[in-house]
Nanobody
Framework: QVQLVESGGGLVQAGDSLRLSCSAS????????VGWFRQAPGQERDFVAG????????IYADSVKGRFTVSRDNDKMTAYLQINNLKPDDTAVYYC????????????????????WGQGTQVTVSS
């Protein structure tokens, strides 16, 4: 099983952009679907985006379509979440998660679709 470490969060202003990274510990990462989730204070953990093991399939929550882009570089054992035009409502801890999958299985939207999680990275957007 891989271990995941997120990075790239920080304190930014509304309208700025950030790229979050999710670095894996093993090359087996290439066999894992990846999901991104976020959790605001006092809120549930919500799905944001997902990407298949090959990178050929990406899915997004409706609320972030057009501003968020998920990608991955399996050679670097890293997945990314590009966030553009940040809004104060994007303030949350962002988590990446992974689940080993066969090639034809798309990434899931539920937290239960993943069994490996990173520790999270805080994103704070000031208005």
């Amino acid at each position: 099983q891989v271990q995941l470490v997120e990075s790239g969060g920080g304190l930014v202003q509304a309208g700025d952009s950030l790229r979050l990274s999710c670095s894996a510990s093993r090359r087996a990462f290439q066999n894992y679907n990846v999901g991104w989730f976020r959790q605001a204070p006092g809120q549930e953990r919500d799905f944001v985006a997902g990407i298949s093991r090959s990178g050929g399939t990406t899915i997004y929550a409706d609320s972030v379509k057009g501003r968020f882009t998920v990608s991955r570089d399996n050679d670097k054992m890293t997945a990314y979440l590009q966030i553009n035009n940040l809004k104060p409502d994007d303030t949350a801890v962002y988590y990446c998660a992974a689940k080993r999958a066969i090639l034809t299985v798309p990434p899931g939207r539920d937290a239960g679709s993943y069994d490996t999680w990173g520790q999270g990275t805080q994103v704070t957007v000031s208005s």
